[in-house]
Structure formats: C-alpha cells, structure tokens
C-alpha cells in the first residue's frame, strides 16, 4: 500500500495549472447554476448548457494532455521497469476526475451561498444541478478516458528516453 | 537438446532494425545473429550510432525490429502481446538506462521500493534487499537523497542498485561507464566485475570504453549501419 502511494505522490501533485483548471471549473459549474435557476428561454439554456459542458471537457482534456506531456519522462521510466502503461492513464484519469469534482463542488458550493444571498430558490436549481452534474463530471472523464487510452497506447517509450 | 535450449538467455536471429529519417534510411544490425547463455557477462561494444542502445531496448522489448526474432528466456517476444511484455520486463529483466533513468520526484530509496512494487516484490524481504544494495552500491547514506541531487557516478550506482532490486534473471546496463570522469571508472568499474561474481545471472552491458569490455567473459560487436538514400 506504501508503494502505491509513491505512484500517487508521482502523479498527483498538483501544478499550477491544475489549480487553473480547478477555479474555472467552479466558475462554469457557478454559472450553470444561475443559467438553470434563472427563468431564461429554452434554447438560450440549451445553449448554454452545451457550451459549459464543452468548456468543461476542454478543461479536463486539456488538464489529461498536459499531464501526460510534463509526465512523459516518468512514465516512460516506469513502462520500461515494467508497469502496465494502462495503469499509469488509469491514475491521470483518476487525478483529473478528483480535480475536476472538487472544481465542480466548490461550483455549486459557492453557487448555492450566492443563490441563498440573492434570494433565488435553490431547491429547483439543486434538484436540476443534480441532474445535470452526472452528464457534467461523467461526459468529461469518459473524454479525457478515451484521450487516455490514445495517449497510453501511443506511447513510444525509446523515443521518449532518447530525448 | 533440452537443456541445452533452456541454458540460453536471450538468442537474436536475422536481426534488422531500419529507421528513417529526412531522405535517408538508416539500416542497423544488418542480420545479427547471436546466442547468450545463462550467467554470461556481454559487453557490446561498437561506435557511437551503432545501435547499441536500440538493441537494449529490442531484447527489453521497448522497440520492435523490423525484421528478424529475439527470444528472452525462451519467449520469442514479437508473439507476447504488451501486457505479457510489461509482465515480463517487471518480473525478469533489470535495466540501467543510459540516462540513469531515475524518478527525480522521488528519493533514491523509493526509486528503488516502487520498482519493486511494480514487480510485486515489495515485501519485508524486498525492503532488506534493497538496504543491502544501497549498502554494496555505498549509497546508504544517501537513501534520502533526490536522484538530482547525486553525483553522476552515484546516480549510475543508484540506477543499477534499482534494477538489481528485482533479482532480474537478465540484467541490461546500457553504457554504465559512459559521461563519467576516470576516478568514477575506477570505481565503477570493481563493481561491475564483482556483479559478474556475484550476482551470476546474464549481464548485458553495452559499452564504448575497452576497459569496460574487458571485465565481460564475451564481446558482440557491432558494424556500422548502413545508409541508404530514398529516392
């Protein structure tokens, strides 16, 4: 178990841009709130649910590329010493689903308090978000999962090393 | 004839590895053919661009020849699909890359814990094997270190501390002297030739210094590629 968590300690450290990734993760899950507590029209919503969905899984599949690309050195160490290449895009994946759902639930958080401050009812906005939240955290992780398997089944390990 | 068969450790055959590049094909090994025994010490010398380190990363099957087999412990490993290759490389071969290849993130000794996690031989026994080599590589002292933070010469020792922390039946060290200055041979060197006495399991050492070579029972050594224009 102590070892395992060397692999964690490898790959889970937060960067910078994770931390980016994670503030604009909430701003967006912040405005999906107001979109759906706000009587707006129906394709005006529609729409704009769309694009928060599509801002977010950008964000993830450019949080998963990016780990890949700083990583790329240590993971190729550890396929040649023998890990499953699966297993190390298994554990990006799962660092980028973590990120992206403390970012989702610092979103609705802080949505629900602004909400509660500004007197908008939240019970509808809550009941809806909760919907709408499985499309938002499971559409982006099964994007940045497929971009996972391209990227671990892609990777040339003596290419890597000779750089 | 059967054991004979089972003696043998790695067997190439009609080796070619052909990489292109611009309008130029560089064509490597040009049909090698060789046998390693169980508990041979190799070194395969050639110059530099021979491909040396191409052949490491062929008989750890990191890369795929172009044409001809390579069998590892009986395996031949163009059939072994890349799990049973990943499988494989953790559970009998150790390599020492060019580059140390350390993780910088992690200290010299958890460089050394994670590799044989991933092997699956990280028990009580594992932990005292891997004290005991840091202790043979003299780095004990330096367990805590970052690998950044070693010498050079320390950072090779580290590198062959962790890929003899498997117990690998093969063991590929490419260039172990190379980038080092003479003090740093001199003290690698012994080291090496104890490995030879001690470990007594296949060593395949990869090497440009004669000195090097020297303390192997056997040297391949590799002609010059071929390069070939495209039209």
Known sequence: MASYALLLKLFSKPEYRTFLSVVMISVLTIILWFVIANEIGHYVRSIMMVTIFVAISALVLNEIVASFANRKRDIAILIAVGIWKHLIGGILLLKTIVYTSIGWTLGMIMAYLLGWLGGISNSIALQQIALFSVVLVLGPAMVAGISCLLHTSRFNVPEVLRQ | ?231
């Open chain 2, 1 to 231: 004839m059967i054991n004979d068969c089972t003696k043998i450790t790695v067997s190439v055959r009609d080796l070619h590895k052909h990489f292109e590049s611009g309008h130029s094909e560089t064509r490597l090994f040009n049909g090698l053919n060789f046998d390693i025994n169980e508990g041979d010490f190799v070194a395969i010398t050639g110059s530099s661009g021979t491909g040396k380190t191409t052949l490491m990363n062929l008989i750890a099957g990191l890369d795929k020849p172009t044409k001809g087999t390579i069998r590892v412990l009986g395996k031949e490993l163009s059939l072994l699909s890349d799990r049973e290759l990943t499988a494989l490389r953790a559970e009998s071969i150790g390599i020492l890359f060019q580059t140390f290849g350390l993780l910088t993130d992690l200290n010299v000794k958890e460089n050394i814990k994670v590799t044989q996690m991933i092997s699956g031989k990280n028990n009580l026994n594992g932990e005292r094997y891997s004290d005991e080599l840091l202790e043979f590589f003299g780095l004990n002292n330096k367990a805590d270190f970052s690998p950044s933070s070693l010498s050079v010469g320390e950072a090779k020792k580290a590198g062959i501390a962790r890929a003899l922390s498997t117990g690998p039946q093969v063991l590929l060290l490419d260039e172990p002297t190379g980038n080092l200055d003479p003090q740093s041979v001199n003290v690698l060197l012994p080291i090496l030739r104890g490995l030879r006495h001690i470990y007594g399991k296949t060593i395949i050492m990869t090497t440009n210094t004669p000195r090097a070579a020297k303390i192997a029972n056997r040297e391949i050594h590799i002609e010059k590629p071929k390069i070939i224009p495209i039209m």
